[in-house]
């Protein structure tokens, strides 16, 4: 019923900068927090970055002055701008957001997306 869509993955050289969006659509009757994870070959899902409804914002220590996460509320979309890039960043990226339906008796629940490649290479 709610999906989650991300775009803006590729390839960038070591320094250079991406922009990630994801869009959340579906019957949603409220979103509250929104996040970012990203799993690299051979090693866990790990959480980069999160965002409260409120705007409250929180850093993985490996990405802290580089990364910023952002939202628009009214377009249901969640922003990872990543700046200085580094090899080390690349991963799979995904979305996730705690949604909660708006068909009767829907409840909150964790969705997610299913991932955008970034690639840091020369």
């Known amino acids: 019923q709610v999906q989650l869509v991300e775009s803006g993955g590729g390839l960038v050289q070591p320094g250079g900068s991406l922009r990630l969006s994801c869009a959340a659509s579906g019957n949603i009757a409220s979103i509250n927090a929104m996040a970012w994870y990203r799993q690299a070959p051979g090693k866990q899902r790990e959480l980069v970055a999160f965002i409260t409804s409120g705007g409250s914002t929180n850093y993985a220590d490996s990405v802290k002055g580089r990364f910023t996460i952002s939202r628009d509320n009214a377009k249901n979309t969640v922003y990872l701008q990543m700046n200085s890039l580094k090899p080390e960043d690349t991963a799979v990226y995904y979305c996730?957001?705690?949604?909660?339906?708006?068909?009767?008796?829907?409840?909150?629940?964790?969705?997610w997306g299913q991932g955008t490649q970034v690639t840091v290479s020369s």
């Open positions: 996730n957001c705690n949604a909660k339906p708006s068909f009767i008796g829907g409840s909150s629940r964790s969705y």
